[in-house]
């Protein structure tokens, strides 16, 4: 296995499995699924570099039983995520910015989980920084709690068992074996796509609502009264 150059060595997916093992893996799961400080660790890679690893019998485990436990890691995290927004409530849009806390990583959680509803416990999973965030907004959305635990339970599922299970049947193709890090750099990449292009049409939005207000700020009053009323 060569070492992903993308980001610091401790983010590294090679270097975090090989360092703290399968429960390390199940942490940083845990962590990133529902905990605030979480929306920074490698998901991802991470589950693509463990199935990998499992096929490949660096890491000594069935994978039938890793997948069980990511999903179970990753579940648990989303149900910690809700019950912290639950408790938590409105204030924590209110939280000031620190380094670890930004307020648009939960305007963009929420606006997501406005626009997509319960889903979006599901698609949220495959979004970087958005899958941490969502079950706690939905928390504080007041979300009924059975939906939640469902939908939680096929996001984790799909996510967890689907992107480890893609490692491990990938890991036995032999362009894929020698070109790990590549692999790895690409899937980091494929996963902020997403981010990007909601960032990009937020822009165009942005720019189209400041247009179509600049004439009408530019009216004087009282034609801006008769604009209006036609």
């Not at 939905?138 to 984790?156: D, L």
Request: aromatic fraction near 10%; include cysteine; charged fraction near 15%.
């Amino acid at each position: 296995m060569t070492t992903l150059a993308l980001g610091p060595s401790w983010l590294d997916p090679d270097y975090l499995i090989s360092t703290f093992g399968l429960i390390g893996v199940l942490v940083i799961v845990f962590a990133e699924s529902g905990l605030l400080i979480g929306f920074f660790l490698p998901g991802d890679s991470l589950l693509f570099t463990t199935g990998l690893l499992v096929t490949t019998g660096a890491l000594d485990f069935p994978l039938w039983g890793v997948c069980a436990l990511v999903v179970l890691a990753a579940v648990i995290g989303d149900q910690v995520g809700y019950l912290f927004g639950r408790k938590v409530g409105p204030s924590l849009f209110k939280r000031p910015d620190s380094r670890l806390f930004k307020q648009e990583n939960v305007e963009k959680a929420h606006e997501f989980f406005e626009k997509y509803g319960p889903k979006s416990l599901v698609l949220a999973r495959f979004v970087p920084i958005v899958r941490t965030f969502t079950p706690i907004i939905a928390g504080v959305s007041g979300m009924n709690y059975r939906s939640f635990v469902t939908f939680n339970i096929i996001g984790g599922t799909l996510w967890g068992a689907g992107v480890t299970l893609l490692g491990a049947a990938l890991g036995k193709v032999e362009f894929v074996h020698k070109n790990v890090e590549a692999i790895l750099i690409l899937i980091v990449l494929i996963s902020v796509v997403p981010i990007a292009i909601e960032y990009l049409r937020a822009r165009s939005r942005g720019k189209k609502e400041a247009a179509a207000a600049g004439p009408a700020d530019e009216m004087p009053p009282g034609q801006r009264g008769r604009h209006a009323k036609r």
